[in-house]
């Protein structure tokens, strides 16, 4: 039992980096071309699915820890820290939007 709930706290914990890994993504390609961000989406994705079934076949092919108790982690690590990054990227979102208005308004006159 102890290992199971110290594999679900290392997958949590590598949950949190592939999140940060994803709003580090996520926030550069927000800055340097927010056209091409719904790309963006979909490898985020690919990222987060891949990392699920890593977790899954780690868990069923060796005796780590029970493949659920990882794959809660894993879901756990990845989904919370993305609260907090969502409001991140959100707010790096407005002040783009803010800097672009600002920009159209000083070429305008």
């Not at 949590?12 to 340097?32: D, E, Q, R």
């Amino acid at each position: 039992m102890p290992y199971n709930i110290i594999g679900a706290a290392v997958a949590a914990a590598t949950g949190f980096f592939v999140a940060f890994a994803n709003y580090l993504l996520s926030k550069s390609i927000l800055v340097k071309a927010p056209d091409k961000y719904s790309l963006i989406t979909v490898a985020r994705s690919v990222i987060q699915v891949g990392f699920l079934a890593v977790v899954y076949f780690v868990g069923t092919k060796t005796a780590v820890a029970d493949p659920v108790y990882l794959l809660v982690g894993a879901v756990l690590g990845m989904t919370v820290p993305m609260f907090f990054f969502t409001k991140k990227l959100l707010a790096v979102n407005e002040s783009l939007s803010h800097k672009t208005k600002n920009e159209k308004e000083d070429e305008n006159g």
